[in-house]
């Protein structure tokens, strides 16, 4: 069984001040993990995913991740946020290797502040 | 690529009466497709997995005979809510898994309302 953990529900931030949305799993076999954003009244759409390799993933819109095993960790950065950006962000998890279920978080609301 | 049309996009429809949903991989083929439901600020909830050709797997407290799966054809998963009560209304997401390490494709959702 796997879970994920999003401990923030809202993260308020000021236009062109950066942000990170925290991220936790928990797994016993090896992961892959996906950042999606959902704007209102739509599906969700891929930021950026980690299969394997660098610890650093690169994704659409500026945002980037990276992946810490050790603190089973897969925490979402942007340098400087736009107004844009405000959205509901999930991020998820799935076991490698064939299909596997994806279990999503609870969410995080990015609200950003003129 | 990997584009996945969902329509309607919102329905209102009358307690008691049925409503369909429609998911299609535009440009790829999907041998398995997911629905979800969300509920106002929550995450998504796995209902079921729709396999081409085989019957649909439902979560656990998920009622089949209430929300009915087809997968006639390898671009189109539909479902069907029965006898819809207010209860029912929600936010219906579907996606297509391309395979292993693929992300999920998702649609953009249906906003059903039952008055």
């Known amino acids: 069984a796997q879970s994920v953990t999003q401990l923030d529900s809202q993260v308020p931030v000021f236009e062109e001040a950066p942000v990170e949305l925290r991220c936790n799993y928990s797994s016993s076999v090896s992961v892959y993990l996906f950042w999606y954003v959902q704007y209102p009244n739509q599906g969700l759409q891929l930021l950026l995913k980690y299969l394997s390799g660098s610890t650093l993933v690169k994704g659409i819109n500026g945002f980037e991740a990276e992946f810490n095993k050790s603190q089973t960790s897969f925490h979402l950065r942007k340098p400087s946020v736009h107004i844009s950006d405000t959205a509901e962000y999930f991020c998820a998890v799935s076991g490698s290797g064939g299909y596997q279920k994806v279990t999503f978080g609870t969410g995080t609301k990015l609200q950003v502040i003129p | ?115």
């Open chain 2, 1 to 115: 690529g990997a584009v996945v049309s969902q329509h309607p996009s919102w329905v209102i429809c009358k307690s008691g009466t049925s409503v369909k949903i429609e998911c299609r991989s535009l440009d790829f083929q999907a041998t398995t497709m997911f629905w979800y439901r969300q509920f106002p600020k929550q995450s998504l909830m796995l209902m079921a997995t729709s396999n081409e050709g085989s019957k649909a797997t439902y979560e656990q407290g998920v009622e089949k005979d209430k929300f009915l799966i087809n997968h006639a054809s390898l671009t189109l998963s539909t479902l069907t809510v029965t006898s819809a009560h207010p209860e029912d209304s929600s936010f219906y997401i579907c996606s297509a898994f391309t395979g292993s390490g693929s992300p999920l494709h998702f649609g953009n959702g249906t906003r059903l309302t039952v008055t």
